[in-house]
């Protein structure tokens, strides 16, 4: 009987845990860049009751007698779908198609790796540099802040398909565009993929950080034989999250932590016959 009281215990921590990252999927469904969390269980171990060998008459059993123990939240993985995207009226705002990420070197100076792409110019020295929502400076191909000299302003910076950063010069009716220099070379966005994004380190923020299980960042602009992403410059990519789907999700939990409540209610209730049993 206590069997029963700890394997609905169990389902009933776990499916608090999968409510829990439906409940995180839903608060995020506007957040750009954003992308939804599943939750993955697996069986405990198992109790043997009785071999399979042969039985208490000595015939051959073909199966043996096995309860299980309960189950527990084997993962919590990140599923990184391509988001719709939005048109915006804000030029500095950039979405990405494909499998790419956008490279960020945050104040500590660890690079981290994004899909929001809610970039805006920051006033620096010498120009505006390009920056994330939370003021981390957008890297280009070599890692290198992007930064545009003055005199120009930000609705002078143009950013192709392939990320390859220009600045239009001249007057409206006879403008230039310029590629944009740092360095000795022509600076792109950095855009970099991983063999297993699933893998990454999600430290909040719409943030993440390689890790073992993610492999080394594959830097697109130099590595063959993967597939190219697509920047759209004042574009947005928005949440993955599906809320019809998330709303099924979130009565499935509930009806299943409902069902392991009431396997405790009706353990409890044998318990409590079987005390009150008198010779």
Not at 104 to 111: M, P, T, Y
Not at 127 to 149: F, W
Request: charged share 15%; hydrophobic share 35%.
């Amino acid at each position: 009987m206590m069997r029963s009281l700890w394997s609905a215990a169990s389902g009933m921590i776990a499916q608090q845990t999968n409510l829990d990252t439906v409940a995180n999927n839903l608060s995020n469904v506007n957040t750009a860049g954003y992308k939804k969390d599943t939750t993955e269980f697996k069986s405990l171990l198992y109790q043997t009751l009785q071999s399979p060998s042969t039985n208490n008459v000595g015939d051959n059993k073909p199966v043996p007698a096995q309860v299980g123990l309960g189950t527990r939240v084997s993962s919590i993985t990140t599923v990184f779908t391509q988001g719709n995207l939005q048109e915006t009226t804000n030029t500095s705002y950039m979405a990405i198609e494909g499998s790419g990420f956008y490279k960020v070197r945050d104040f500590d100076g660890n690079i981290c790796y994004t899909r929001d792409g809610t970039f805006n110019f920051q006033p620096t020295e010498g120009g505006m540099m390009l920056c994330s929502s939370q003021g981390y400076p957008v890297l280009d191909q070599n890692n290198n802040p992007i930064i545009v000299p003055s005199p120009a302003r930000k609705d002078d910076v143009v950013v192709d398909q392939e990320g390859n950063i220009f600045v239009e010069t001249g007057e409206k009716e006879n403008r230039q565009r310029v590629p944009l220099v740092a360095n000795g070379y022509e600076q792109k966005i950095g855009l970099v993929q991983f063999n297993n994004p699933a893998g990454l380190n999600n430290i909040g923020g719409n943030l993440y950080q390689e890790s073992v299980a993610s492999g080394a960042p594959l830097e697109e602009s130099t590595t063959a034989g993967i597939a190219r992403s697509l920047i759209h410059q004042g574009y947005l990519e928005m949440s993955n999250v599906q809320v019809a789907d998330e709303m099924v999700n979130m009565i499935v939990a509930q009806r299943a932590y409902e069902m392991n409540s009431k396997a405790i209610q009706a353990s409890d209730e044998m318990l409590q016959q079987a005390n009150n049993l008198r010779s």
